[in-house]
Every structure is written in structure tokens, then in C-alpha cells.
């Protein structure tokens, strides 16, 4: 144990393997969750070509839009093999197989980088390196799209190729596999096999050499592995994909818009953890002073340099390949590193500078990391931001189906929890299934009265589903009044057609609650006007048919706290954190509702958890403070009221100023207290008699305590 120690890279190496189990230990409890919506048409897909036993031709049977789409389905294999997991394991085993491809990649990155010479270890540059390649990938890990076998492929291909060449005859069915998980990638993998078989025959040519029979077994299989382009249910069809148009895409999809040269030269650092992006531009700066410095080289690797070339034209031409022009930079960084020469520092005062340098070099990622998993969802799948309430309604209510008119943005969980009982207009397969015009028609028919008029006119869609935040909807539908809110969650509200489902308009339509403002609902004011057990009815209705929407069980709470039934709020409360624990609603929730129950240690235990996930701390702390006041802890109500108490902000009034006036004056803290004291009268109403009274009685308290 003692010589280990004495070896320096073997700290190195002990580094990288508890990035290797840190990593491990966030990704395995990171939910499936919403960052779009992508996997569940994903999973639509893989049941429909299980259950049929064939790639749709009509590869929109899950819309209604007319006329149908078909395209080229690439990822067909991607989707059968998400199915077959879910069917088994449920969201655990898309978990775990987002887990295990990452773990292989970031794998084959490190033994690739290993091998900068022979049996050599990992130093201080290959462990800064690796974690580079880490702290890029893993946010793009967070989501299960096909990306992630074409990121484990392309260094699969490379890993072979250079370093486990008698294993290159695998190559072809590798190939196969990853056209048919990932098919529009194919020309990733054909710029790795031409660069490598690009640099053989130069090499061939320059020494003037024949090629002898051994070497035939390097290149018949990497020709082998371009023919498996043509080896998937969709023949020479595959081959323009790639190349299809994405000009106009590009304006309202993020990964595919072109990355401005400023960009680039981006480079954040915030409270010790890096982005992504900080990370990439870092490499790319890098990976540019590497191709540079090896083109001077005499044993320069041609192979390497056109592949990192090729990256960067890949990088010019979308966000996204990002990724990709990263992976690809990786031969030409391994050249370069093997030129570097192996840290030594000799005198003491430069040697604690240098590992002082090293230790803060190598404490970023981990807390970059950590700051990547900040706040676990719900595990092992978080419903946040998809419309599940809503999914749930059309599911329970007594109809043989019918046609969705959606937003594409929650296209895809639609389609998966919806069909075959409905179909929905469209979903985000976008510029390769819809079209550019598709996405147009959606967007101009929630923001204009003629584009809902069109699409009323020509489809007739049974139930309308419009984004929550797009107030401005309940002007156009006015002139169609057959329809009527019958539904809602966290991301849309649901409109029926009562010329089609009677019924269900007459038995479920909202006539208490305002879906469009429940955020800014005003309990007080139901509660003056006598309306309280109206919408608590009307919120029990929803409830019951979907449980887990955070705003009914949020105006829910309010109303039994404001009522002082705390028994029945507190489930409310829990039902949020259960649903949302990654959000600070819930806790604050059941700390006021705590509170009012008097139970002030376990209030404050609740507006911690809040803090730790709040943006906007200013109402927990205000329930902080309100608790020490009621405990008598006046000292710390002061601390804590200050904090979130500026007398010269103009949002400040003279409410919240005499709470801190108040426990400033009781902590002892006098001189605080007069000049509070002053700035808050100024700002009482000279006609409000309640809060002149109360001054006035503050008044004479702060000088009897002079």
C-alpha cells in the first residue's frame, strides 16, 4: 500500500474512479423526467411496431392531420428496444440503461486516453481531460433519445480501430446496429472509417508499399461497415435524411440552431461549478492548439486530423453536435498529450502553488456535478410538465375516442398515453415527419382567431388542449362557444366540444375556477364572497379524477388553512411533496400549515427544505421570523427579518417593516428599532386608523425601552 502511495498518479487514478462512482451514485437515482417529450413517442413507436409487427408507412398513425406524414423511421430499432425495457422493468430500466451506456462511454474515453504509451497510468492531463469529456456528455445523458448509442459508437469504432484492431471484423454488425438505432448519424461513422481508411492508403502511397493480405483484414471490414448503411427496413431510403433541410427548424428548436461564433468564446464559472458549454469551448480551444501543434509533428496522424476537421464542419452546422465534434477532437488530444511533458515541479513554494492549482482544478467537476443533480425529482419518474391530469381525464371519461388538437411540445406523451383511443394533431418530429408549415398551424391557431377557425373548420377537433400560460386563448374561443373547460394541470387546459360529448361538457365543465389565473387566485377574496365550498367541491371533482396537480393541491391547502382546518390541508401539502419534492411549494406549504397548528419546531424543520430549494426565499423567511416571534426567540427573528427587509426598496411597506420594527425592538436592538420605526410611519396612511393605532402602540413600547 505504501508504494502505491508513493506513485503520484496513482492519486490520479483514484480521482477518476470516484468521478466514476459519484457519477454512478446521481445517475442511478435521476428520474425519467421532461425535459421534452421526446422518449414517449419513442415508446409509442416501439409498441406500435411490436404489436403490428411492421415500421408504419403512415408513420403519423397517431395523428389526425391530413394528409398523413411518412418519412424515414431511423431510429425504429432505438424505439423497439426502449418498448421491450419499459414493458419489463418500467421507468427503472430506462434509468439503469441511461446509467450503463454512459458508464460505457465515458469507459472506452478513459482507456483510450490510457493508452497515451505503453502499460502508462493516469497523470494530472488525462484526468483532466476525462473529466472534461465527462462534465460535456453527462447533461445530454439526462434525457434517453437515440444520441446516446451514437456517442457510445463513435467510440466503439475508434476504440477498435486504434487500439483492439482484432476485433475490427465486429465492426460491420456494429454498424448495422447503429444505423438502424440511429440512422441519421450514419455520416459520423462514415467521415471515422474514411478518415482511417484515408490515412491507410496515403500512407501506403508516400512509402510506396503494396498492401499484403494481413492488412486486407482492416479494410474489408471498415468497407464492410459503409455497405451497412443500406442494411436496415428502409434500404437506399436512409441515405438523404441527414441532408433534409433544417433552415427553418432552426429558429424554434434549440439543439439544431447554429451556433454563433461569440458563443464560442463563452466561459462561465458560477460559485466553483462550470457549464457544459464553459467546458466544450474549453476543449475546442484546446483540441485547436492540438491539431495545430501535431500538423507540425512528423509522425502526424492524417486519420486523426481529418476527423477532428470533420467535427468542426459537424460543429458549423448545428448545436447539437456539439457532442459529436467533442468525440471526434478526442484522437488528435491523445496525440497531443503524448508531446506533453509529465508535471514536475521542484521547488517547495511552486510545488504547494501547483497543487494547491491541481486540487481547485480538480474540485470543480465534483461540485459541478453534484450541481447537475441538484434537487432529485420524483423517482423513479417525475410527471412535472407533462399532461398527465389531462391524459388521465380522456382516459377515465365514457367516450370511444376521438381527435386532440395539441400543441407539439407535449406531442409525444400524448401520442403514448392517448392512442389508439385518440389521436392528437402533432408532436415534435420535426423538420423529418411534420413540417415546418405543421408547426406554423399550431402555433398561429392558439394565437389568432382565424388560425382556430381554420382548424375548427377542417378538422372539428373534439377536445382542444392550450397551453396553461396562454391566457389570451379565452378571447379566441369565444367565438366558438360549443366549447367549454372541462379540465386542467400543471401544463394545459382542456376544451370539449359539446356538440360532440354532451355529456361530458354538462358534467365536468368548470364553473367555480378560472384555470388561466388559479396561480393568482385570491383565497380571501373567495372566502368574503362566500364562494369557498363552491370551488372546494369543484376542486374535490378534480382531485379525485387526477390527484397530483400541484396547483389544486396548493389552492386546496390555502383554502382549509385560511379556513383553520389544518388536519385536512396538511394531506394536500404532502400530496406536493410527494409528486414535486424537487420544488420548495410543497414545504412551505405544510411549514404555514405546521405553523398554524403550533407545531413551530417542525414549521421551521419545513422552511428549511424550502430554502434549500427556493430562488425566492423572502415568504419562508417571513414565516422564519413569524415563528422566533411566536417562540419568543426575538434575536433570531430579527436576523431573519432583516435579512429580507430593505426599507428603501420601493416594494417595501409599512406592514413587513413593523414585523422587523417589532422584533428589533424586543432583541434589544433599539437604535434598529427607532430608525425602522421612522421610515414605517412615514409610509402608514394618515386615514388608516387600524395601523396608525398599532404605530402608535410600537411607538410608545420602543420608548419605554430606551
Not at 212 to 240: M, N, Y
Not at 340 to 357: E, H, T
Request: proline share 5%; charged share 20%; net charge positive.
Amino acid at each position: 500500500m505504501k508504494n502505491f502511495f508513493k506513485d503520484k498518479n496513482n492519486y490520479f487514478l483514484l480521482y477518476i474512479l470516484f468521478l466514476y462512482a459519484y457519477v454512478t451514485y446521481y445517475l442511478v437515482q435521476w428520474p425519467i423526467f421532461a425535459g421534452d417529450t421526446d422518449l414517449w413517442y419513442h415508446l409509442n413507436g416501439g409498441r406500435y411496431i411490436l404489436e403490428h409487427g411492421f415500421i408504419p408507412k403512415d408513420s403519423s398513425f397517431f395523428s389526425f392531420i391530413m394528409p398523413p406524414r411518412e418519412w424515414v423511421d431511423y431510429y425504429w430499432l432505438f424505439q423497439v428496444l426502449v418498448y421491450k425495457i419499459y414493458m419489463f422493468t418500467g421507468y427503472y430500466g430506462l434509468v439503469f440503461l441511461r446509467a450503463i451506456i454512459f458508464l460505457a462511454t465515458i469507459t472506452l474515453i478513459l482507456l483510450f486516453l490510457i493508452k497515451k504509451q505503453q502499460d502508462s497510468k493516469p497523470d494530472f492531463y488525462v484526468a483532466l481531460i476525462f473529466s472534461f469529456y465527462l462534465l460535456i456528455l453527462l447533461p445530454r445523458f439526462h434525457l434517453i433519445r437515440p444520441h446516446i448509442f451514437t456517442y457510445l459508437f463513435i467510440m466503439v469504432f475508434v476504440f477498435i480501430i486504434e487500439l483492439k484492431p482484432r476485433y475490427i471484423v465486429l465492426l460491420p454488425v456494429i454498424a448495422a446496429l447503429w444505423v438502424n438505432l440511429h440512422g441519421i448519424e450514419y455520416p459520423v461513422m462514415l467521415l471515422i472509417i474514411l478518415s482511417y481508411l484515408t490515412e491507410f492508403f496515403i500512407n501506403h502511397i508516400r512509402n510506396k508499399t503494396h498492401i499484403d493480405k494481413r492488412e486486407l483484414f482492416f479494410v474489408v471490414p471498415l468497407i464492410l461497415s459503409v455497405a451497412a448503411i443500406f442494411c436496415t427496413p428502409h434500404g437506399t431510403q436512409l441515405t438523404w435524411v441527414p441532408f433534409l433541410p433544417t433552415g427553418f427548424a432552426s429558429l424554434y428548436i434549440q439543439e439544431i440552431k447554429h451556433i454563433k461564433p461569440e458563443e464560442l468564446f463563452s466561459f462561465q464559472i458560477i460559485k466553483m461549478a462550470i457549464t457544459s458549454g464553459t467546458v466544450f469551448n474549453l476543449l475546442l480551444f484546446v483540441s485547436c492548439i492540438a491539431a495545430i501543434t501535431t500538423l507540425c509533428i512528423k509522425n502526424r496522424r492524417i486519420g486523426h486530423l481529418l476527423m477532428f476537421a470533420g467535427g468542426i464542419v459537424l460543429l458549423a452546422k448545428a448545436n447539437r453536435f456539439r457532442f459529436e465534434c467533442a468525440l471526434l477532437s478526442l484522437p488528435v488530444l491523445k496525440d497531443f498529450l503524448v508531446l506533453l511533458p509529465a508535471v514536475s515541479i521542484k521547488r517547495k513554494i511552486l510545488k504547494l502553488l501547483g497543487i494547491i492549482l491541481i486540487a481547485f482544478v480538480m474540485i470543480i467537476p465534483v461540485i459541478s456535478i453534484k450541481d447537475l443533480f441538484i434537487n432529485l425529482p420524483q423517482y423513479p419518474f417525475s410527471h412535472k410538465n407533462l399532461p398527465e391530469g389531462i391524459c388521465a381525464f380522456l382516459n377515465k371519461i365514457p367516450v370511444a375516442g376521438g381527435t386532440v388538437f395539441n400543441h407539439p411540445n407535449h406531442g409525444g406523451y400524448l401520442q403514448w398515453m392517448l392512442y389508439p383511443k385518440y389521436k392528437i394533431f402533432m408532436d415534435m418530429e420535426i423538420p423529418f415527419l411534420f413540417l415546418n408549415e405543421d408547426i406554423f398551424t399550431a402555433s398561429n391557431t392558439f394565437s389568432t382567431g382565424k388560425g382556430l377557425s381554420d382548424i375548427i373548420e377542417k378538422y372539428h377537433p373534439s377536445f382542444i388542449i392550450v397551453p396553461l400560460g396562454n391566457g389570451g386563448f379565452k378571447g379566441l374561443i369565444k367565438k366558438h362557444p360549443e366549447y367549454r373547460v372541462v379540465f386542467f394541470d400543471e401544463t394545459g387546459v382542456l376544451y370539449v366540444d359539446k356538440k360532440q360529448f354532451p355529456k361530458i361538457a354538462d358534467e365536468y365543465a368548470l364553473k367555480e375556477i378560472d384555470p388561466y389565473t388559479i396561480i393568482h387566485i385570491n383565497v380571501d377574496l373567495i372566502i368574503s364572497e362566500k364562494r369557498d365550498e363552491p370551488v372546494l367541491q369543484e376542486l374535490l371533482k378534480l382531485t379525485e379524477i387526477y390527484p397530483g396537480c400541484s396547483f389544486t393541491n396548493q389552492l386546496m391547502a390555502h383554502l382549509y388553512n385560511k379556513k383553520g382546518d389544518y388536519d385536512k390541508s396538511i394531506w394536500y401539502t404532502e400530496n406536493i411533496i410527494k409528486n414535486y419534492p424537487e420544488t420548495p411549494v410543497g414545504y412551505k406549504l405544510k411549514a404555514d400549515t405546521l405553523k398554524g397548528m403550533r407545531k413551530y419546531d417542525d414549521a421551521l424543520s419545513e422552511y428549511n427544505k424550502a430554502l434549500d430549494r427556493a430562488v425566492n426565499k423572502v415568504e419562508i423567511y417571513r414565516g422564519m421570523g413569524a415563528i422566533y416571534m411566536e417562540q419568543q426567540k426575538y434575536t433570531k427573528a430579527y436576523k431573519t427579518l432583516k435579512m429580507i427587509t430593505d426599507p428603501f426598496s420601493p416594494g417595501t411597506d409599512y406592514k413587513s417593516l413593523y414585523d422587523v420594527c417589532l422584533s428589533a425592538m424586543l432583541s434589544g436592538n433599539h437604535k434598529d428599532a427607532e430608525v425602522l420605526f421612522r421610515y414605517a410611519y412615514a409610509l402608514v396612511p394618515s386615514e388608516n386608523k387600524e395601523w396608525n393605532e398599532k404605530y402608535a402602540k410600537l411607538a410608545e413600547m420602543i420608548k419605554q425601552g430606551r
